[in-house]
């Protein structure tokens, strides 16, 4: 076994947070580690630190090894390229590699890493853009992969094919966790489990114990003034009176003491958080804007081509009324064309009158950015401030969040806010092409809740496979020119 990093004392500050605070790291050759955690958590930043991308402030590297790195979307040079034969498996045309589209360029940094001669690879987000084909493709490559792999990746599936450990990335602090995704998942709900348990211990003792203090003092508060109302009686009984206080003064002395030892133990027992609440969000349709149509969008005889090239022919389909329909296909066979043509009401598409489409694409929204979150929110949707902030803290904003203006939020704040606002705007059917690209995580489980209790009809384009098991009620293929419901 090869240790190929190690680094002590990882420490960096950003704005007056700290983004990471890591005292050691080990990085062995056998690793194969997912590296999960929020958008903004430092995770990128950790990559580039861990290669010798980014200089560290603090703190010490060693490295033994050497490494390729998958980036997100960036320059490629094709020239780098050595095995051609595995670009022609990724479906990359060395001839037209100077305008490739997201996924062709997805695959050719791929092919570049594991074309290689290195001990590892590190990877951020290598699944964005690539179709399900390529995914699977790239999931068979890195399983029989024999350097060491540290993959950034919001897709659990892959996760859960690839990675034998994960890395969790919160306040600055990882934590190891052993087994892919899914066993990941399963230890942190033991740990929520146990960590609810404790509390209620805890809650439950303090209670106890603060009932108790409050009896002690009351008690004791009773003989004082029993004491004080014999104290006034005649002086012909001041024996009586004198003895009598002393076995009371004696007693209040023992109840008081009875409480302090109470707040000690209160003391000792120390702030036992509760688990982070798992909060649930109820959308509701306006009766104004409700649909009786069974089936609100339907397409028949569909015919599309751009140049030479046909998209459809002859395609027919009927989308059913208040369904989470998926829509899946390789890269190029028409899932965002057919979205397009749906909002353009082209030839051979019947849509119901009172159809109010919100239409969410990853590079084609327009705001102003120097609006505010709630101001922004507040643009076309009927909800109530409180159920606002409910659905906003679900994707993972904070009440701090909420007062910021947009033109100070991330790349991953700014989808995970436009994803809310769409949900919470004035619509009867969504439209939500590749949804989950580039989210955190935590905010793709979100998203997955938000859409299942959706109380409208959702048509989606995605090629994460949980998030197709766990939203989609319908899927729909686009195949050979033609749209195919598989179920």
């Known amino acids: 076994m090869n240790l190929w990093i190690k680094a002590k004392d990882i420490y960096v500050e950003y704005m007056g947070r700290n983004i990471l605070d890591i005292d050691e790291l080990e990085f062995y050759d056998h690793d194969r580690i997912g590296l999960v955690g929020a958008n903004g958590a430092g995770k990128s930043t950790l990559l580039k630190i861990l290669l010798g991308e980014i200089p560290l402030p603090h703190g010490k590297i060693v490295r033994e090894a050497d490494f390729t790195y998958i980036p997100q979307l960036d320059d490629v040079v094709v020239d780098e390229v050595k095995d051609y034969a595995l670009m022609g498996k990724l479906g990359i045309d060395r001839i037209h590699a100077e305008n490739m589209s997201g996924g062709e360029e997805t695959r050719l940094k791929i092919a570049q890493a594991l074309s290689s001669e290195v001990h590892g690879i590190f990877a951020d987000e290598p699944t964005c853009h690539l179709d ?8 068979n490559q890195l399983k029989y992969y024999s350097g060491a792999l540290l993959i950034i990746s919001h897709d659990r599936y892959f996760l859960d094919q690839v990675v034998d450990k994960i890395w969790e990335l919160k306040d600055g602090k990882l934590t190891e966790y052993w087994g892919g995704y899914s066993e990941y998942l399963a230890q942190k709900e033991q740990e929520r489990q146990t960590q609810a348990a404790q509390y209620k211990q805890f809650s439950a003792e303090r209670d106890r114990l603060e009932k108790a203090i409050t009896d002690k003092r009351n008690q004791a508060r009773k003989m004082d003034q029993k004491a004080k109302g014999a104290s006034g009686k005649n002086s012909t009984e001041s024996g009586g009176r004198l003895g009598h206080q002393k076995s009371t003064g004696s007693k209040q002395k023992k109840l008081h003491n009875a409480a302090k030892n109470m707040e000690h133990r209160i003391a000792e027992l120390g702030d036992v958080k509760p ?10 349709l306006s009766k104004a804007l409700e649909l009786h149509n069974p089936f609100p969008i339907t397409g ?17 389909f009927q989308f059913p009324l208040g369904a989470k329909i998926a829509i899946t296909g390789a890269n190029g066979t028409g899932k965002t064309t057919l979205f397009k043509m749906i909002l353009d009401r082209e030839h051979g598409i019947t849509m119901s009158p009172k159809a109010e489409i919100g239409y969410f694409a990853q590079n084609g929204y327009k705001f102003d950015r120097n609006q505010g979150v709630m101001e922004f929110i507040l643009e076309n949707s009927d909800y109530q401030i409180s159920e ?15 007062r910021k203006e947009l ?6 704040e700014i989808i995970k806010l436009q994803l809310a606002k769409m949900l919470l705007g004035r619509y009867n059917i969504l439209l939500m092409d590749e949804p989950s690209n580039f989210l955190d995580l935590p905010a793709v489980e979100a998203l997955e809740n938000l859409m299942r209790n959706y109380a409208g009809t959702i048509i989606f384009i995605s090629h994460d496979v949980r998030l197709l098991e766990n939203v989609a009620n319908k899927v729909f293929e686009i195949e050979d020119r033609k749209i195919i419901q598989r179920a």
């Open 275 to 284: 688990p982070e609440a798992i909060r649930s969000v109820q959308f509701r």
């Open 388 to 402: 606002i902030r409910a659905v906003l803290a679900s994707m993972g904003f904070s009440h701090h969040d909420v």
């Open 300 to 316: 028949k005889e569909l015919r599309k081509q751009f140049g030479g090239q046909v998209v459809f022919e002859n395609a027919d």
């Open 132 to 139: 399900r084909a390529g995914i699977d493709f790239l999931i």
């Open 407 to 412: 033109s100070v939020l991330s790349g991953g």
